[in-house]
């Protein structure tokens, strides 16, 4: 399956430590999304990001809140001193191009203890 | 007001009948509009895209945009017990996507 790959599924993590997230683009995607999904609430964007470079981040709160998407290996989305807020399901997507179509993975549900 | 609106459901009808799910938008720029389908701890799965206004077909699924009322429809033919999930309605806004809140629907044999 060449499909978005995620991983871990499942993270559980205790307030105060870091949660690190990691996606892998379809092959011959070079554009990566970030998304959360809060309980009852939509997909929400995060950041965009290309080979080494961060395009837009207009989603991403201020504070304890990374990404990066280095030249080799998979996109990491990085949360520093988690807090109860921060458990959601966090989506990743990948393009062929700028913008679309995006086709997500199955997400890394976080749940913060 | 929010991006994109999207009545969150549920909507239960029985197997082979079409169902109707609606979405509506507030910004006219911009020209894609999506719709996704997540089944439940999935990921969301794209069925289809089109451009600007009018329809577009694949199989059972015909998706529909009328700019002139920012009403973006998708319409699901003889539906089946596997169509029961989350159907989202998204549009591009530049790089990314916006999201409605996503309507269930459920299929009963």
């Known amino acids: 399956n060449a499909g978005v790959m995620q991983n871990p599924r499942h993270l559980v993590r205790r307030r105060g430590q870091e949660a690190r997230l990691r996606c892998s683009p379809m092959?011959?995607?070079?554009?990566v999304y970030w998304y959360r999904q809060l309980p009852e609430e939509g997909l929400k964007f995060m950041v965009y990001?290309?080979?080494?470079?961060?395009?837009?981040e207009s989603g991403m709160p201020k504070e304890r809140f990374s990404a990066e998407f280095p030249k080799e290996g998979p996109s990491i989305l990085r949360i520093q001193q988690v807090v109860r807020g921060d458990s959601a399901a966090y989506f990743c997507?990948?393009?062929?191009?700028?913008?679309?179509?995006?086709?997500f993975g199955d997400g890394t549900r976080l749940s913060i203890l | 007001q929010k991006e994109v609106e999207q009545d969150p459901g549920p909507l239960s009808v029985p197997e082979g009948a079409i169902v109707s799910l609606n979405c509506t938008y507030s910004?006219?720029?911009?020209?894609?509009f999506m719709w996704y389908r997540q089944y439940s701890r999935k990921g969301p799965e794209l069925l289809m895209y089109?451009?600007?206004?009018g329809n577009k077909e694949d199989g059972r699924f015909t998706a529909q945009v009328d700019k002139s009322s920012k009403y973006i429809s998708l319409f699901i033919r003889d539906s089946q017990p596997s169509d029961s999930a989350t159907y989202l309605c998204?549009?591009?806004?530049?790089?990314?996507?916006?999201f409605g809140a996503g309507t269930i629907l459920r299929v009963k044999s």
């Open positions: 089109t451009y600007s206004s």
């Open positions: 997507a990948s393009s062929p191009k700028f913008g679309f179509p995006q086709h």
């Open positions: 990001l290309q080979k080494e470079n961060i395009i837009d």
């Open positions: 092959k011959g995607h070079s554009h």
């Open positions: 998204a549009r591009e806004y530049g790089n990314k996507l916006v």
């Open positions: 910004n006219s720029a911009f020209q894609y």
